[in-house]
Nanobody, 114 residues
């Protein structure tokens, strides 16, 4: 199982970014996919989930601003983020649970600052 995130960067408050996670090594369409983030000096926290049937869940802090999606043809999941605020600054991780194990990517850094 391999998860590789991309799309992070520096953005001004109110800006947008789109993160992507390329997955390989498992039957992607059969598994839920999640995004987590870890702000500086804080614990990792749940951001969003998309189930294999397309049902989505969001942390309250990102509802209405972030949208998770998946592409089962290209084995990718994406996180569209709008109205970004400084408190969204974090390392963002893609995650899945497969064969009784959690798998994580290495993450991509999102910094929201003027």
């Amino acid at each position: 199982v391999q998860l590789v995130e991309s799309g992070g960067g520096l953005v001004q408050p109110g800006g947008s970014l789109r993160l992507s996670c390329a997955a390989s090594g498992f039957a992607f369409s059969n598994y839920h996919m999640n995004w987590y983030r870890q702000p500086p000096g804080k614990a990792r926290e749940f951001v969003a989930e998309i189930d294999k049937d397309g049902t989505t869940y969001y942390a309250d802090s990102v509802k209405g601003r972030f949208t998770i999606s998946r592409d089962n043809v290209n084995n990718t999941t994406s996180l569209q983020m709008i109205s970004l605020q400084p408190e969204d600054t974090a390392q963002y991780y893609c995650q899945t649970f497969h064969n009784s194990e959690f798998y994580w990517g290495r993450g991509t850094q999102v910094t929201v600052s003027s």
